[in-house]
Every structure is written in C-alpha cells, then in structure tokens.
C-alpha cells in the first residue's frame, strides 16, 4: 500500500498540469472569442478556467496557490488567449477542439487526485479533488459567461472526471507505480468521454418525478 | 465577558455543523433532481450546497477547511445525493423540507460565528462568517443551477441567519455558557425563517426609487 | 531596481485600500437597491462586492484575509450600503458614480499590485492580482444579481485596471519611489476608465468569425 508523496509520481506531473492549464486556458478564450469579445476578456477567461480548477484545488488543500508564485504560468495562459485571439474561428470548432478538452480533462483530474493524496488527504477527499480540479475551472467559465454550465447537461463529462479520479485513487492503494496509475486512470476517463462525444453518451436523468 | 474558544462551546458543536452539511447537501441534490439531472450532477450539487458556506468561512479565517482532511463528511454528502437520488420527488416537496432548511440555517449560522469567535475573529467580521456560513452554499448552488438565488427573494431568509449570527455574538460577551447562547440564538433564528415561510414574512423593499 | 516591501510604499496604501472598499460596496449596494431588494440583501452585495477582490487577492497570495482580523471593515461596507438605502435612488445615478467607480477601479488594481509584489510574487502575476483585485468583485456582483457581467462589455473596464496594474510593476523596477509609481499608475488607469465613460471607449471585438 504505497500513497505518492508530492514530486514521487515524478517528472510526468508539472507536464500533465501544464498541458492541463493550456487546455483549458485556450477553451475559456474560445468561449469569450465565440461570443465576439474583446481581447481582454478573452485573456480573463483563458486565466480563469485555466487555473480555476487548480487554485481551488490549491485553496482547499491549503497548498501555496501554483501559479502566484509561477513565473510562468500566467504567460502561459495569455499566450493562449493570443494565439485563439489572432487567428479564425473556425480552427477552434469541432470535434478536434473537444477531444484535446477531453485530454485536459483527464489529465486535470488525475493530477488533482494525486496531488491531494501526496498532501494527505483522505480517499474520499482527494478523489473530490481531482474532480473539483478538472471541472471548476470551466464551471466559473460558464457561469461567467450566463450559459448553462457543463454541470446541467446530461453528457459524460463530470463523470468523466469522476471515473479518472476515482481510478486513480483506488489504484494508488494496489501497489502500481504512480505513473501507471496515472496512465490507466487518464486513459480510461478520456476513452469514456471520448465514446461520450463520438455516440452522445448520457448518464439517465433523474427518473422520480412520478 | 467571555469568548468561546474552539471546542469550548463542547459537544453539541459538531453535530449542529453535520447536520447543516447534511440538510444543505440534500437541498442541493433536490435543487438538481428537480431540473431531471443525473446522479452525477445530484451528488455536484449536494457537496457544493452542502460544504460550500463552511469552506469559505475557513478559507476566510486561515483555518484548515474542514471536509479535506475529514474522512467522512465528502462521504455525508454524496450519500444524501444517492439517498435523494433513490426516492421519488414528492418526499422531498413542500414545507416539511423547507422547515428542515430552516432548522440547517440557523444551526449552520450559530456554528459559522461561535467558530471565527473562537478563532479570535472580531465581533463584527465573526457576525459577518455566521452570515456567510449559512447562506454561501445556497447562494452558490443557485448560481450554478443558473436561478435567482434566496439573496433577491424579499422574503426573509438571509435576515434569518443574520438574527442568529448577531444574537449569538452578542450573547457571547454577556457571561453566558456557549451552549445556552447557541441554544438561544439558533432558536430565535429558526422561529423568524418559520414565521417568514408560515406567514411569508417579507423585509421592506428599497423605496428610493422616487 | 528595487521592488516594494510590505508597508514600504508606506501611508497611502491604507487609504487607497479603504477608498477602493466604501466604493465598491457602494456601488454593490446600489445595484442591489436598483433591484428593489431589501436593506439586508443591499448589506450583502456592499460586503461582497466591497471586499471580494481583496478577498481573493489575499487568498491567493497566502495573505490573512485582510478584512476577517480587522474590527472596521466589516462596518465600513454595512454603513455604506445603510447610506445608499437611507437616501434617494437618483443621488446615485448617472455619471458622478461612474467616476467614483472608476476612482475605485484604478486604486484597487494599484494597491492589488502593489501587495503582491511586496509578498514575492513575480510581475506577471502580480500584474494579474492587481486585475483580480480591482475586478473581482464587480463580477461576483453582477453573477449574483444575474446580470451580464462587466467582463462581457467591449467597454473599457478591465483594460483600465491592466493599464493601472502593468504600468504600477512596470514602473515599480524602475527605482520610482513607490508612491510616484502609484499615483502615476493609477492617474493613467483612471484617465482611460474616464475616457471610455466619456467618449464610450470600446476595445475592438474579435474578428475571427469569417
């Protein structure tokens, strides 16, 4: 029964959290551009579901914030904003653009789960976690924004999280290397958001209306 | 004159703060299975609605928040969502709910202020962490279902956990025991949020507009 | 090249802070009273959006959240929005309070800079604090009234509070004494908010979509 300490899951963590933050930076830009915003408003949204999910991770766990002290992080995020800024639209629609988003998200929460547990955080807690680091940060985007947030559609996407989380959680107790848990638990919680987008997968609504 | 410090208010403390995040997580996953949502989106909403005023209150005092390192309370909540999840919509309408919303206000409010007073917060600000304690959660779970949230309803609601809060701070410096001012003072909060849900209670509303 | 400690650039900051405080919870007990509400939910949206900033300022910086350990604040926000309920909705309309507003605006994005530097945050960062700072609770106000926010208008608003908050850590490395970089930054930050109240000043939205 091994539980990773901060840095044991190894050099593969900083580059799951920055693709993560890039990601989700580069979707809250096309939210704003899509809705023919200004520059500005493009680079707030890319900031904030680019590091949302992680500051309230951060937050919680009484972990420093990661990106205040990050001479790079920011940047990241503004370049991000930029790059969405100065070229079409049409590049960032489709389907192409929601499976990198899929990607962010498995990653996001794996690296949630495992940071938690490195921060000795229980189970339940940390597989949380991982869930609130790779949903938050387009939850706030969303609710910037007046749509109705990720949350409210039946699609697999918080579930998504929720099965990459929680995997890795319970596999971290098995012994296996942290990263091929990390490995297992992301690869599954992409292939069910992915079979989510490819066949419009849904979990059943609520059914005691009756 | 004298403060409480924390666990001084003693056993009662506790159980008033899991019975605020159980009532509070089930209005969250009732909010989410009214709108037909799946479980996942049920159990979201209970865990926002049920830690959410509490974790902002530890976050504004500096103090470690509360459900990261407990091994139980992530568990309460998604529990209540499975549990509200199960049964048919009906048991959870009507006023019986909304009186046990009441009894989760005022509980939630006392416990909000005796916490920060016990953490040395000035009475002021410890009055102001009742408040918000109390009505964050909701305040948030209506943002995130995207309605008018309690806070723009005339009736009384927010005034409810005010009364608490500042009866509770207020009693604190008189020499009484802890539990004999939270007894009091979740008391009077409770029986003004059930005359406001009896009777429709309602504050004046701004009258400027001439 | 020197950059500012804590308290180093020395008496005005608490006053900027305090200005920037009775100014926001103003203008939130404003938008809360234009809606009708009652004086308890006016007190809410003065505190929330007289404080949030601040507040997540110093959340994310590791700072004690400025305003929970100080007996004044708390009361400042709830007299302001007291002041707005007591008096006529037309003393509070029209331009005089866009000004203020923007007086508001361009000290808070200066001090929100100011305060990170002094804490070690590197510049882009920093840069991004004072944004939050000055912004933040503006939005929080706006997303509980369920209106469009701020960020959503091609109205300069947010720039104001860049232009304010690069120009103060640009000129901060520059050996300026912290006060001449402060007043300089903020003079530019409030000139342009002035100019876009004035002449309707509006960023160019994006052009991507052909």
């Known amino acids: 029964m091994s539980v990773p300490v901060p840095g044991y899951i190894g050099p ?16 809250g830009a096309v939210a ?8 500005v408003t493009a680079a707030f949204f890319a900031l904030v579901t680019g590091v949302g999910g992680g500051t309230i991770r951060d937050l919680l766990m009484g972990a420093p914030v990661f990106w205040v002290h990050d001479r790079s992080v920011a940047a990241i995020c503004i370049t991000a904003a930029l790059l969405i800024w100065l070229t079409p639209e049409r590049w960032w629609h489709g389907k192409g653009f929601d499976w990198l988003d899929a990607m962010g998200l498995a990653a996001y929460a794996v690296f949630g789960a495992a940071k938690s ?27 910037m924004a007046g749509e109705p947030s990720i949350l409210m559609r039946p699609e697999l996407y918080v579930t998504a999280a929720a099965l990459a989380s929680a995997l890795y959680v ?10 091929a848990c990390g490995l297992v638990a992301a690869g599954a919680g ?20 009756r």
């Open 170 to 179: 319970v596999l971290s107790f098995t012994g296996l290397p942290p990263f």
């Open 117 to 143: 547990l490195g921060y000795g955080v229980p189970p339940v807690p940390a597989f949380v976690m991982g869930v609130v680091t790779a949903c938050v940060g387009g939850i706030i985007r969303d609710m």
């Open 12 to 27: 593969i963590l900083p580059w799951l959290d920055l693709f993560g933050i890039a990601v989700f930076a580069a979707t």
């Open 32 to 39: 704003a551009t899509m809705r023919g915003q200004t520059f």
């Open 190 to 209: 992409f292939a069910l958001r992915a079979a989510a987008i490819q066949w419009r997968l849904a979990l059943p609504a609520y059914r005691g209306k």
